[in-house]
């Protein structure tokens, strides 16, 4: 069946450390890739997206993803984490224009000193 | 530029009620999309207006609808409501329909079914 998975629903990570969050897809052919960031009280905001092209994207707020085609993963990854950093990050795909962005269940970051 | 507004932020409503949710798109916004944010569930597509028309809709049962107005508001309506359907209720617009538009949310309509 078609989905996306974000195996970790819960990740602690230390202000300063690096961070890499996981997302899996599970499609016949390779979907529009996106991470998006849902702050408490807010909505969503997009940090990045693929669609072709260099494998290693960058985003806002210092995020990047690098998409693997033979591991259909599209991890989040940034550098060193700041503690606003903490959120709900979704991963999410589209298949193509007309069809709807579909979601993983998301990944909550916690930021501790 | 103002954001993707909704209304109400919040909303209670008991079981078997009618709730009704708007939203307001970005200005030169003509796509708005809603998808539900309950808990454990993730956030799953519910319907999506383009130019005033439906151009999709989720796994959800007919009681969920809703409409585009001219000026591309929306509002989502939810007939009989169940104790199921406490949850955000999460709208995006875009200036277009395709991968390439961007999708913008908003805030949320946190929907309580008691």
């Known amino acids: 069946a078609q989905s996306v998975t974000q195996p970790d629903i819960h990740i602690t990570v230390s202000e300063g450390a690096s961070l890499e969050l996981r997302c899996n897809y599970s499609?016949?052919?390779?979907?529009?890739l996106f991470w998006y960031v849902q702050s408490p009280g807010q909505g969503l905001q997009l940090l990045l997206k693929?669609?072709?092209?260099?494998?290693l994207v960058q985003g806002i707020k210092g995020f990047e993803a690098e998409f693997k085609r033979s591991q259909s993963s599209f991890n989040l990854r940034k550098p060193s984490v700041h503690w606003s950093d903490a959120a709900e990050y979704f991963c999410?795909?589209?298949?193509?224009?007309?069809?709807?962005?579909?979601f993983g269940k998301g990944t909550r970051l916690s930021v501790i000193a | 530029e103002a954001g993707v507004t909704q209304s109400p932020t919040h909303l209670i409503k008991t079981r078997g009620q009618q709730a009704t949710l708007r939203c307001s798109p970005i200005s030169g916004h003509t796509s708005v999309y809603w998808y539900q944010q309950a808990l454990g569930l993730g956030l799953q597509f519910l319907l999506w207006y383009d130019e005033g028309e439906e151009r999709n809709r989720g796994n959800f049962p007919p009681r969920f609808s809703g409409r585009q107005f001219p000026n591309y508001s929306s509002e989502l309506n939810v007939n009989a409501l169940e104790l199921e359907d406490s949850a955000l209720y999460l709208c995006?617009?875009?200036?277009?329909?395709?991968?390439?538009?961007?999708?913008?949310f908003g805030p949320g309509t946190r929907l309580t079914v008691t």
């Open positions: 995006a617009s875009s200036r277009g329909w395709g991968v390439s538009y961007e999708q913008y």
């Open positions: 499609y016949g052919a390779t979907p529009y």
């Open positions: 999410a795909v589209v298949l193509s224009g007309n069809t709807p962005l579909v």
């Open positions: 693929y669609f072709s092209g260099d494998t």
